[in-house]
């Protein structure tokens, strides 16, 4: 989107616009009107405007991705109409490679605004070279002539199909041993979740052990724990982190990485009670922290989309919303 959606509170109720009609308001009168009851605008801290940030990516900036894009523009993007989905797989430069009528596309521009999954980890040089090698004998394969665009396949025709196709592809010639490049993509390990220590290193733990990341992280939800001036406990994190992630239970060689039962999940939870426990707190179940951090946040990727929809039909989008209390600071907005 290359408008940004904001969100402010007026009259008891949260209104959600484009920036650019606010901008467009306040040129046109040099004042600026509530939608809602039409009151003059005049904001405390609280209330002042704010930015809800685009759960979309530019495609061509995320090398070997699956990338949902629509040809109508990312509103369209919906789980209610598939029909207007548009799917492409970007090489390692970004460049989106896709099937339609004409034939296969190798687009370099026309995917700035999509959902982008990454199927390759950043830090596995070797397989990026050898997926855009692979990716354009692919993609010349007289099965994705234009004539056949419509042909019955296995794994659907149209653009679909193509892209499925080719990761399955990769999938069968990978090396047996090697099989992490698509684990966030089969549906069995959706989540990956880490935890940054105080200068963004996320730490996260895998089938080799307790891995510490500087890249591969920036597309991700991050639930804040510490605030901001907490500074003893801030001063202690890196420690604790460090402390905690030797320890042998996180060693693939004591014990072994399990899906279900010791994950990445475990780790994460792990590490967040054994903090709360150092601050006398009491643990939290994981059921309790799915609830109450990780949910809230998926749903918000879907009610963005919700309310940009409203936006584009209606200017604006308004909601019934209780006085905000004044010492409430500290909790999250809303949204
Ligand atoms: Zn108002």
Known sequence: MDRTLIQFYHCNKDIYCFSDYFEHLEYKSGLLYCPACFGRLKFNLLEAPVSIPCPFTNGHNVPCAFNIGSMLGPLHISEDDYSELHIGITDSKG????????????????????????LVQPDRNGLKEQWDRELEKFSSLDSWAPQRFYEERKFGSSCYGFALSFINHVRAIEAPSE??????????????????????????????????????????????????????????????????????????????????????????????????????????????FTQNFVVPRIKRASKYRMLCEEISRNYFYIVDSPPKEPEDGNSERSF
């Not at 700035?112 to 990454?118: A, H, K, N, R």
């Open 95 to 118: 460049l989106v490679y896709n099937y339609t009528l004409a034939g296969i596309r190798r687009d370099a521009c026309g995917w700035e605004q999509c959902i982008s999954v990454p």
């Open 179 to 288: 099989h992490t490049f698509l684990r966030d993509f089969d549906g069995e390990s959706d989540l990956h979740t880490g935890i940054t220590d105080t200068k963004g290193v996320v730490y996260n733990y895998t089938k080799t052990g307790v891995q510490k990341d500087t890249l591969g992280w920036e597309k991700c939800i991050s639930v804040p724990l510490v605030q901001p001036d907490m500074y003893s406990l801030i001063d202690q994190w890196d420690q604790y982190l460090e402390k905690f992630s030797s320890a042998q239970t996180w060693d693939p060689q004591c014990q072994r990485f399990d899906e279900e039962k010791h994950n990445c999940y475990n780790y994460t939870l792990a590490f967040i009670n054994c903090v709360l426990a150092t601050q006398d707190k009491r643990a939290l179940s994981k059921d309790e």
